[in-house]
C-alpha cells in the first residue's frame, strides 16, 4: 500500500521540489489520530512500520450535544476516542490517549475570548495547530523518544517537501485544493517540518473515502468533522461564547458620508457578537429610501464600544484595498522569506489568504517593517476583520503568517 502512495506522490509532484520523504523501516512513527478518516487512513499506510504508534490527543472535555438518543450521556471525545481504540485494533498497532485541555485552555481558549471580548474575530484553530498539536504533543514526543527521533504522522491536507536547491523543508498547499488546509497550519514552528508526514496532502478526499473502504476501516464512513474543533454547537456561535463572555452592550449606529453625523439605532449585547461583513438583523425605516434594504456590520468601535453599520451588502464602506498584518511570524528564516516575497511579487507570483479555501488575493506590492506588514492587494477585498489570521503564499508555498491588525 505505502508503495501505491509513494507512486502517487511521484505522479503529482511539485516544481523545484523534491519527491515525499519516508521513514526508514525501523523508525519511530508516531501517527496523530483524530478518530477521522483521514488520521485512519495515515495510521494504516504505516501500519507495516514496526515501531509504529498511534496518540489520540484530548483537547476538550465539555459535553458535546449526542448524535443519537443511544449515546446520549457518552461526550464525543469518549466516543472518538473509542473509535481510535477500533482503528488501532483493526490495523494491530498500539495507541495511547493523552490529554491536553490545560494547555489548551490557557494557550488558544483563552487567548481567543481575551480576542472575542476586545472586538476582533481569531481562530482559534490556527492557535490550535501551533500550540497544542505541534507545540504540546510535540514536547511530549521529544521527551519520550528524544529530539529529531521519530516522525509525526498526520491527517491535515497539506504536503511537506524539501526544495531542491536549499534542501530546507517548506509547508505547501494540499494537492486538492478543496481541502487545502495549509492555512491553519501557517503558524507552526519550522524547524519542526524536516520530522513531519502528512500524507493526505498528496491525496483526493474520494481516493481517501476509496481506500478507506478497500481497508475496511471503521471510519471508513465517518463524516468529517465541522466547525471549530473545541465544539460541536448548535444555534448561532455566538451564543455559545454567551457562556464565557459578559454582555457588554453598546449602541449600534450609523456615520453619515458627508456630514459624520452619528446616529443611533439600537444596542448591541457586546462587539464580540458580530464580525465585519456580518448581516445585522435590525429593525430599519423600509419606507425611507435611504435606510430600506438590509444593513451589515462595516467596522467596530473600541474605545466607544459602538458597531457601525451601512446599507448593502457590497457597500463601498465594506471593501479595502490593502491590508496590514501584526506579529508576522516567517515559516522560516527570515530573510529567505522575505527573498522569497520578493521573487514572488516580481513574478506576480504572492497571495494571501485571510479566511480558509477563499480564492488566492494577488499581492501587488509589500512593506515589511520588524514584524508588521502591509500587503497592498490587486483587488479589493469585502469584509476584513481585525483579529483574523492572515497567510502569505508565495505560489503553493506558505510564507508565514500573522493577525490581521485594526
Request: a neutral charge; one cysteine or more; glycine letters at 6%.
Amino acid at each position: 500500500m505505502l508503495k501505491r502512495f509513494a507512486d502517487i506522490c511521484a505522479k503529482r509532484s511539485v516544481d523545484s521540489y523534491l519527491k515525499q520523504s519516508f521513514p526508514s523501516k525501523f523508525d519511530n512513527v508516531v501517527v496523530a489520530m483524530s478518530s477521522g478518516v483521514d488520521s485512519s487512513l495515515c495510521a494504516a499506510l504505516y501500519s507495516s512500520f514496526p515501531n509504529v504508534r498511534g496518540i489520540y490527543m484530548q483537547n476538550w472535555s465539555q459535553q458535546a450535544d449526542a448524535r443519537s438518543s443511544e449515546e446520549k450521556d457518552t461526550p464525543c471525545y469518549e466516543r472518538d476516542w473509542k473509535d481510535v481504540q477500533k482503528v488501532g485494533a483493526h490495523l494491530n498497532i498500539p495507541v495511547e490517549r493523552t490529554n491536553f485541555e490545560n494547555d489548551y485552555w490557557l494557550d488558544v481558549f483563552e487567548p481567543m475570548l481575551k480576542q472575542y471580548e476586545s472586538g476582533f474575530t481569531p481562530n482559534p484553530d490556527v492557535n490550535c495547530n501551533r500550540f497544542v498539536k505541534f507545540g504540546a504533543l510535540r514536547t511530549l514526543l521529544d521527551k519520550k523518544y528524544g529530539k529529531d527521533n521519530y516522525w509525526l504522522v498526520t491527517g491535515h491536507y497539506a504536503r511537506i517537501l524539501s526544495h531542491t536547491d536549499t534542501l530546507e523543508p517548506h509547508l505547501l498547499r494540499s494537492y486538492y485544493a478543496a481541502k487545502d488546509q495549509s492555512y491553519y497550519l501557517s503558524q507552526i514552528d519550522p524547524t519542526y517540518l524536516s520530522r513531519l508526514l502528512m500524507p493526505m496532502g498528496h491525496l483526493l478526499k474520494a481516493e481517501v473515502r476509496q481506500w478507506a473502504s478497500e481497508l475496511s476501516l471503521p471510519t471508513a464512513s465517518k463524516p468529517d468533522s465541522q466547525g471549530i474543533c473545541f465544539v460541536n454547537q448548535q444555534g448561532p456561535f455566538k451564543n455559545f461564547l454567551k457562556e464565557y463572555l459578559p454582555a457588554n452592550p453598546g449602541d449600534i449606529i450609523t456615520v453619515d458620508e458627508l456630514t459624520h453625523e452619528r446616529k443611533v439605532w439600537g444596542k448591541h449585547d457586546g462587539l464580540w457578537s458580530y464580525t465585519i461583513g456580518q448581516k445585522i438583523g435590525l429593525s430599519m425605516p423600509q419606507g425611507d429610501p435611504r435606510y430600506k434594504g438590509a444593513w451589515y456590520v462595516s467596522d467596530k468601535s473600541i474605545s466607544r464600544n459602538e458597531l457601525i453599520i451601512v446599507r448593502g451588502q457590497n457597500n463601498p464602506a465594506l471593501y479595502k484595498s490593502a491590508l496590514t498584518v501584526s506579529e508576522f511570524i516567517p515559516l522560516g528564516h527570515t530573510e529567505e522569506v522575505r527573498d522569497s516575497m520578493d521573487d514572488a511579487v516580481s513574478k506576480g507570483n504572492l497571495y494571501i489568504q485571510f479566511r480558509s479555501l477563499q480564492r488566492p488575493i494577488k499581492v501587488t506590492r509589500y512593506d515589511w517593517q520588524q514584524s508588521v506588514i502591509r500587503l497592498h492587494l490587486a483587488e479589493d477585498q469585502r469584509a476584513i476583520a481585525p483579529g483574523q489570521f492572515c497567510t502569505v503564499y508565495s505560489g503553493p508555498r506558505v510564507l508565514g503568517s500573522g493577525p490581521i491588525s485594526p
